[in-house]
Structure formats: structure tokens, C-alpha cells
Nanobody, 122 residues
């Protein structure tokens, strides 16, 4: 089992950048596929980005492709989401998640953080 804790959310103006971080517990972090989700008020939770255990494969939702970048540092048991060119529609609670399966573009994650708020003002 793994526990994840997100940080790095906040308020930013449109066009700005933020970097979210997620630290995981457990001894086998590199065996977990990691993902970032977001959920805006009144909307379903959306898989924003995913990365495999060694960081060799990544997935991005079309809505963030070219603006967001997911990465991981297995030595630090951490995964990051670099968000650039932020838009008001990126406003949401962002969640870090982990799973033991290898698919990086499906939303079937097992372990979830509590979320961090990202607000983009226009």
C-alpha cells in the first residue's frame, strides 16, 4: 500500500505557472504508475496526466497537452506536475494518485491524496 501527499497548489494569474509535487510512502515507489487528476466544481474528475514506473512513458489529456508536464524522481519517491500557460478553466482541485497496474491512460487508480487547490484568475 502507498500513501500520497500533494503540495504546491495556489492562486495564479492566467498565463502563469505552478508546479505541483506529490510525495509517496512505501518501499516500491518505482513499481507504481502515478497520475494527476483534477476535479472542478460540478464536473467529473479528469485524468490530466500519467507516468509509468520508470518515467519512460507519459500520458496527457488533450486539454493540457503542450502546457503541462509530468515527471517523477524515484529516489525521492516523488512525482511532479509542471503547469504552464495556465487558464481559468484549469481551476480545480488537483489529486495525485497511484496504482500497481501499468496502464498510464486509464483512470483506475487505487491510492489517492487529499488534493490541492489550483485557482487561475483571469
Amino acid at each position: 500500500q502507498v500513501q500520497v501527499v500533494e503540495s504546491g497548489g495556489g492562486l495564479v494569474q492566467a498565463g502563469g505557472s505552478l508546479r505541483l509535487s506529490c510525495v509517496a510512502s512505501g518501499r516500491t515507489f518505482s513499481s507504481y504508475t502515478m497520475g494527476w487528476f483534477r476535479q472542478a466544481p460540478g464536473k467529473e474528475r479528469e485524468l490530466v496526466a500519467g507516468i509509468d514506473g520508470i518515467g519512460g512513458r507519459t500520458y496527457y489529456a488533450d486539454s493540457v497537452k503542450g502546457r503541462f508536464a509530468i515527471s517523477r524522481d524515484n529516489a525521492k519517491k516523488s512525482v511532479y506536475l509542471e503547469m504552464n500557460s495556465l487558464k481559468p478553466e484549469d481551476t480545480a482541485v488537483y489529486y495525485c494518485a497511484a496504482k500497481g497496474r501499468i496502464s498510464i491512460n486509464t483512470p483506475d487508480y487505487d491510492y489517492w491524496g487529499q488534493g490541492t487547490q489550483v485557482t487561475v484568475s483571469s
